[in-house]
């Protein structure tokens, strides 16, 4: 059988977390605010079932909408 995520943690810097969530597969945030031009940072680290970590960081180029 496949793994499955078990917990899920965001952090973000220069932007904010409005919410988080995840499913077995899937881990989702929702970012807003920010100052336009600047970059946030948002990280993320997942745990499984069978105890594996795994943790990404992408960063975000914010704009004026």
Same mark, same amino acid.
């Given at each position: 059988?496949?793994?499955?995520?078990?917990?899920? =943690?965001?952090?973000?810097?220069? =932007?904010?977390?409005?919410?988080?969530?995840?499913?077995?597969?899937?881990?989702?945030?929702?970012?807003?605010?920010?100052?336009?031009?600047?970059?946030?940072?948002?990280?993320?680290?997942?745990?499984?079932?069978?105890?594996?970590?795994?943790?990404?960081?992408?960063?975000?180029?914010?704009?004026?909408?």
């Amino acid at each position: 059988t496949a793994d499955t995520i078990v917990t899920v =943690a965001f952090v973000v810097t220069g =932007a904010t977390l409005d919410s988080q969530s995840n499913t077995t597969t899937t881990a989702t945030a929702w970012v807003s605010g920010g100052a336009a031009g600047t970059t946030a940072q948002v990280s993320c680290e997942v745990t499984t079932a069978a105890g594996r970590v795994i943790a990404r960081s992408v960063f975000l180029k914010l704009k004026e909408r």
